[in-house]
């Protein structure tokens, strides 16, 4: 599956944005995370969604300020970010695994989409 993120930009702190992936296969086949990296740090999870359940799940940095949610018509999926700060700036990565377990790792997923950037100034 080819994954493509959008949605990056310049914000300021407390404004919100949203991150769109698309998928060319049926996205609801994958377990879909979204992963960033700011510059000099490791790759981090931020949010996943189940493939069979559509359960959710984020990192403690993001919970309360993220959400992830799926279209599975449109083969999308997106992660609304609100209540921005400048810790949030990096680049963005959506990912995709076979298997139903939302996993934290990043080697655990098979593909990824281009990173879409997001600055968030104070």
């Known amino acids: 599956v080819q994954l493509q993120a959008s949605g990056g930009g310049l914000v300021q702190a407390g404004d919100s944005l949203k991150l769109s992936c698309a998928a060319s296969?049926?996205?609801?086949?994958?377990?879909m995370g979204w992963f960033r990296q700011a510059p000099g740090k490791e790759r981090e999870f931020v949010a996943g969604?189940?493939?069979?359940?559509?359960?959710?799940r984020y990192a403690d940095s993001v919970k309360g300020r993220f959400t992830m949610s799926r279209d599975s018509a449109k083969n999308t999926v997106d992660l609304q970010m609100n209540s921005l700060n400048p810790d949030d700036t990096a680049d963005y990565y959506c990912?995709?695994?076979?298997?139903?377990?939302?996993?934290?790792?990043?080697?655990?997923?098979?593909?990824w989409g281009q990173g879409t950037q997001v600055t968030v100034s104070s």
């Open positions: 296969g049926q996205i609801s086949a994958y377990t």
């Open positions: 969604i189940s493939r069979s359940t559509g359960s959710t």
């Open positions: 990912a995709a695994r076979g298997t139903a377990i939302i996993s934290t790792t990043p080697r655990a997923y098979d593909y």
